[in-house]
Nanobody, 127 residues
Framework: VQLQASGGGLVQAGGSLRLSCVVS????????MGWFRQAPGKEREFVAG????????FEADSVKGRFTISKDNAKNTVYLQMNNLKPEDTAVYYC?????????????????????WGQGTQVTVSS
């Protein structure tokens, strides 16, 4: 299973970006998908997750109301729409897949629960 993240870049505060993560191999429609980020000097943190069915999503408090996660099973792709970006959103963003979840409404919040990781895409927000 391989994950390829893209869509990062440099944007001014208040702007928007959409990250994409294409998953190849495995059964994408049965994966819980998550987005994490890691800023310089900080630990990696959970940003948003979506259940394998797509009916449930969960966002960290720091991004709630600004970021939206979604998935397209036909394209084996998970997205992270980021609006009203702030300088503190600057980080490398990683997508991840958890193949072990059975419940169709469950979202994995802890990074140790994820089985596969993408390479990361840099998001830089200037003030």
């Amino acid at each position: 299973v391989q994950l390829q993240a893209s869509g990062g870049g440099l944007v001014q505060a208040g702007g928007s970006l959409r990250l994409s993560c294409v998953v190849s191999g495995g059964t994408f429609s049965k994966y819980v998908m998550g987005w994490f980020r890691q800023a310089p000097g900080k630990e990696r943190e959970f940003v948003a997750g979506i259940s394998w069915s797509g009916v449930s999503t969960f966002e960290a408090d720091s991004v709630k109301g600004r970021f939206t996660i979604s998935k397209d099973n036909a394209k084996n792709t998970v997205y992270l729409q980021m609006n009203n970006l702030k300088p503190e959103d600057t980080a490398v963003y990683y997508c991840a897949a958890d193949q072990s979840v059975v419940g169709h409404t469950l979202v994995t919040l802890n990074e140790v629960g994820y089985d596969y990781w993408g390479q990361g895409t840099q998001v830089t927000v200037s003030s």
